[in-house]
């Protein structure tokens, strides 16, 4: 092309600026929109030549689809439990009213156990659920139920929220906590600083540290229930660290002591707490029957999968020292 017929700058193309500012054409929902119908499109070809199914059906099969929350509850409850991790075990929960009511404690205790079992570096959730049930099985905290079970698991920062000793008033978020801390004292996620200051010492010898009914840290520190403003439960201990000192003052012998100490638990139970005396016992009993069951369950498979390791190993190295002998 000579020059004459070659066009000026001014008139040559050029590619329109990317603009970052501008919205972009296609959100993240219309894209998985996209590849939900592709999926669904194409699973139903297959369906087609595997049925042999005329254009009719074929059409008919495309257009069928079922939203996950109009499966029957038993089946939620079934996809429910083959969830590993507590954190997409919370998004699950809470992303409808239908799976929020189907939660049962059973589906977040085994979730705990199993995450990240056959790492034994990483069973963080597992020693989380183990300290909650180590004062469930003492009959010493407000039984929790399966969605505080699950917040519990996945909080990251001080569940006292305002009074908070930890708290930033400039942005208000209660003190941090973090998901590698494994600490749930008295069956509360609470901050290291709000241990320090909501909780007393008693002495090594006092009579209340290996009893069912009382709630200890750190084998001294005791604290008092906590009054949850956000849903109005009463979580923690089930008696004031008060009524432990004052038993200790009122009565000399530990027999008397101990007398005490169960009144109040079962005082406490009967007017603190959701369940009648019989029917907490109940309660704790099928949460650590639960726990035990799941403990057992996920150390056996732990350890059937350590052995398959070990004998596809030892096949490998016997069939290269047979492999070197042979050349020998």
């Known amino acids: 092309m000579t020059d004459e ?17 501008e919205k972009d054409e296609y959100d993240l929902e219309d894209l998985l929109e996209e590849h939900e119908q592709h999926g669904i499109e194409t699973r139903a070809e297959q369906e087609a030549k595997r049925f042999k199914l005329n254009p009719e059906e074929l059409e008919a099969l495309k257009s069928y689809t079922i939203p996950l929350t109009d499966l ?13 991790d507590p954190k997409d075990l919370y998004s699950v929960t809470f992303s409808s009213k239908s799976m929020f009511e ?11 156990v199993f995450h990240n079992c056959s790492n034994k570096n990483k069973v963080v959730n597992r020693k989380k659920m183990s300290q909650i049930m180590h004062h469930v099985a003492n009959r010493a905290i407000h039984i929790p139920s399966a969605h505080r079970l699950l917040r519990l698991v996945n909080a990251r920062r001080c ?9 930033n008033l400039n942005s208000g978020l209660s003190g941090w906590i973090g998901s590698a801390n494994v600490n749930r004292p008295f069956g509360m996620a609470i901050c290291d600083k709000c241990i ?3 909780t007393i010492k008693v ?15 750190s084998g001294n520190l005791l604290s008092d229930p906590y009054h949850d403003k956000v849903t109005g439960d009463t979580v923690g201990p089930l008696i004031h660290a008060l009524s432990i000192f004052q038993i200790d003052n009122t009565f000399s012998s530990r027999e008397d002591k101990k007398v005490a100490l169960e009144g109040m638990v079962q005082k406490a139970m009967s007017d603190k707490s959701d369940f009648c005396p019989i029917r907490y016992d109940e309660k ?35 069939a290269k ?3 070197r002998m042979t050349k020998i």
């Not at 939620?76 to 439990?81: A, C, G, Q, R």
């Not at 569940?159 to 708290?167: A, I």
Request: net charge neutral; hydrophobic share 25%; aromatic share 8%.
């Open 5 to 21: 017929k070659r066009p000026g700058r001014l008139l040559r193309k050029r590619k329109e600026r990317i603009s970052y500012s």
């Open 72 to 84: 029957p509850p038993l089946c939620l409850e079934h996809v429910m439990s083959f969830i590993e």
């Open 102 to 112: 189907l939660l049962s404690p059973e589906v977040v205790i085994r979730c705990a």
């Open 159 to 167: 569940e006292r929220g305002s009074d908070c000793w930890n708290r």
């Open 196 to 198: 320090k200051q909501t």
């Open 203 to 217: 002495d090594y010898s006092n009579f209340a540290r290996h009893e069912k009914g009382c709630a200890t840290h």
């Open 284 to 318: 704790c009993a099928a949460y650590q029957e639960i726990f035990e069951e799941a403990e057992k369950e996920c150390d056996d498979a732990v350890k059937a999968d350590q052995e398959r390791k070990h004998e596809e190993y030892t096949e490998r190295r016997e």
């Open 321 to 323: 020292i047979l492999k």
